[in-house]
Every structure is written in C-alpha cells, then in structure tokens.
C-alpha cells in the first residue's frame, strides 16, 4: 500500500521522538574556514572550491543528525546563487540526506500556473521525460510553494503529489516583520488575507488524507506570531505545519506551542542556530557542535507538547 508524504512524516516524528527539521542554509562567510581553506587550496578562487566547501559542509551537519531529525529542509537560494554548480551540489545534497534516512522538504517557494507550474511541479516532486527514461531531477519529498496565483497554480503540485506520495507547504502565515504588509490585510468580507489562504488550504487538503489524520497538503506558518498561528490551528485542524522562525529569528518553544495539536501536525525548523552553534576559534568541532544543538533544540519543544 502507498504511503502519504503526511504518514511518513509523521512516522519519522514518532521514531525519533522529534517534531524538528534541520534547515541547510549554507552562508558561506560563516562556514567552517579550514573547509572552505582545504577546497580554495585544492580548485583555486573559483565557484566549484565555494560549492564543494558547502556540499562537505552539509553532509557532515547531515552525518551528525541524521538519527536525530526526521527531515531537513535545503533553502534553493544558498544554491542558486553560485549557477549551475551551485544547482548541482543542492542535487548532490538531497540525495545525500536520503541515503542517510532523512526526508528532503525543498524550500523552493515556487508560483506559477498552467505548463509552468506543471514543469515546476515535475522538477521538484515528479519526474522529467529525457527520452525514454523518467528521471527524478531535484530529488524531495516535500516543496514549499505560493499559492497567491489561485488553485490552478497549486493543482500541478497536488497531481506530482498523488502521483509519487510527495507532498506541499503552502505559504500562509510567514515569519518575516513585513508579512503584515499584504498577510495581514482584511478583506471585504472581514476575514484576513492569511486567514482566506488558511480557510482554502483547509478545503485542498481534504484531497491526500493520510491515516495519521494529517495530510500531505500543509502550510508554512510562521512561529513569531503565536496568536495568529493558534487561529491558524483551528481553521486548518488536519493539516501539517512547517514553522520557520525558531532560534534565531527569536521565537521560543513556547510561540510554537500552538501549531501542535496535542502534540503533533507540527514540524519546527531551525537553520542558523544548528548549522553555526560551533566556536569560531574551533570550526573543527562544528558537526558535533550542531548535533548539540538538534539535541537542546529537540528538548526544547518537547518541554512543552
């Protein structure tokens, strides 16, 4: 029998005794130096000595939390940024994360509609036609999306979905100061806007139930604003949140309370302060470093669930 992205999620989380994600935002001013000296030494000044430094950088910090996190969550930027060999090292990074037992959830944020939106959806959930073969570009369990273009934007994502047991987060509460600027306006029928994309994520996410009671179409809410995250709760009781915004960007266990429901439907993620809790002066040590840090962060949020 399939499996939906909701179950296995909720699988791992059970396993591991862990609602957290790894985010694997590489900065490359705060990457270990003697990692990035070692490949600067081996390519010379160029972008292929950046992005090995990156990609040897990632599968430690995956080495070191693999038995600890059920997922971690590649923001596509960091990769991007550096063309095609930044591309090629995000690649070699989510298939690497899988072998080691981890789900791939690609913060890509994509946004588009019709053949568009269906290229997007093949590239991160399904598959590509190369002649004969069918081959599985950007391998991942799960991509964040925007759903601001209406559900014929989001319907390609939910047929890759189906198709392969992957599954979406659609942005609907983010963590940033400025998501006020447009999440909080009121419509004319009195509603927020976050709370209208809320109230229609709901209704889409009836499409791939999974038995855990959750389902594999979720939503992105950020924990910074915790009273609008526990309305968010109650609009969307079956869905799975993703929640930026712990650790660094200032939330606490306590902000993040609200997106469970007794307990669970709730995956936190940090970035920053897993990936750089290591001394500086002592890079050598960052993995074990970052291990610490998923562990204090794991304690953390169930102090509280």
């Excluded at 037992?101 to 690609?106: E, N, P, Q, S, W």
């Excluded at 995250?229 to 993703?242: D, G």
Aim: aromatic share 10%; glycine share 6%.
């Amino acid at each position: 029998m399939n499996i939906t992205f909701a179950d296995k999620l909720y699988q791992s989380i059970e396993k591991k005794n862990n609602p957290t994600c790894v985010g694997l935002d590489p900065f490359v001013d705060k990457l270990p130096a003697h990692l990035l000296a070692h490949t600067r030494k081996e390519l010379g000044d160029t972008v292929e000595a950046i992005t090995q430094a990156i990609l040897r950088f990632n599968q430690q910090i995956i080495d070191a939390v693999q038995d600890i996190v059920p997922a971690v969550k590649p923001q596509i930027a960091f990769y991007e940024q550096y063309g095609i060999q930044g591309l090629n090292v995000y690649r070699e990074t989510c298939l690497y994360a899988r072998s080691k037992g981890l789900l791939v959830i690609a913060d890509i944020k994509r946004n588009d509609i019709a053949s568009t939106a269906q290229a997007y959806a093949q590239a991160y959930l399904g598959t590509t036609k190369v002649f004969n073969q069918e081959i599985e570009m950007f391998p991942s369990d799960a991509v964040t999306i925007n759903a601001y273009l209406g559900k014929d934007g989001i319907d390609p994502f939910i047929h890759e979905c189906k198709k392969y047991n992957k599954g979406v987060f659609v942005l609907v509460r983010t963590s940033n100061p400025s998501a006020k600027d447009f999440q909080d306006k009121t419509l004319i029928h009195g509603a927020t806007l976050f709370e209208a994309v809320a109230e229609e994520v709901h209704h889409w996410s009836k499409e791939i139930m999974g038995t855990c009671g959750f389902s594999s179409i979720g939503a992105v809410v950020g924990a910074t604003y915790p009273e609008q995250a526990k309305k968010l709760r109650e609009i969307m009781p079956n869905t799975f949140f993703l929640v930026p915004g712990y650790g660094a960007q200032g939330a606490t266990a306590q902000d993040v309370k609200p997106c469970f429901i007794q307990g669970k439907g709730a995956i936190i993620n940090a970035s920053r302060s897993i990936l750089y809790a290591f001394d500086p002066q002592n890079p050598e040590y960052f993995a074990e470093k970052a291990r610490q840090a998923a562990i204090t962060m794991q304690k953390d949020i169930l102090s509280v669930l």
